[in-house]
């Protein structure tokens, strides 16, 4: 709770602090708080800002790259789909099969997808 109340005082506009009948004289007075420690408490406000700033750029940035990440994903699958219906579901099954079984196609495609993906017959070893 403490830190609630200190948080919002903290991200008051500058009459919050200006008001000699506010809240923040009120505080400053109660808690004997000088000048300099004022200054220092009031020195966070912009510290603040820069992490609410950072912060809303972040949470931007995430959401951009879900959206980003989403649309790679369902671009992928359109075209496993497409190629896929060309094929017959036994003839699906076995190439699944196939390259799991084929080392050097799972090596080329974990150099690809930068990934060490266990393969059956690894995961058959364990």
Known sequence: MRAKVFL???TRKEEFYA??????????????ITEEQAVQLRSGIQALEDIKK???????????SKEFI??????????MN?????????QLARFCIWVDENNWCMQMLNSLWSTTEPTVSDKRAL
């Open 19 to 32: 008001d000699p009948a506010g809240l923040w004289q009120a505080f400053v007075k109660e808690m004997s």
């Open 54 to 64: 950072a912060d809303a750029l972040l949470q931007s940035q995430i959401l951009d």
């Open 8 to 10: 919002w005082i903290l």
């Open 70 to 79: 989403a649309s790679l994903q369902k671009e992928i699958q359109d075209k």
């Open 82 to 90: 497409a190629m896929a219906s060309v094929l017959t579901p036994m």
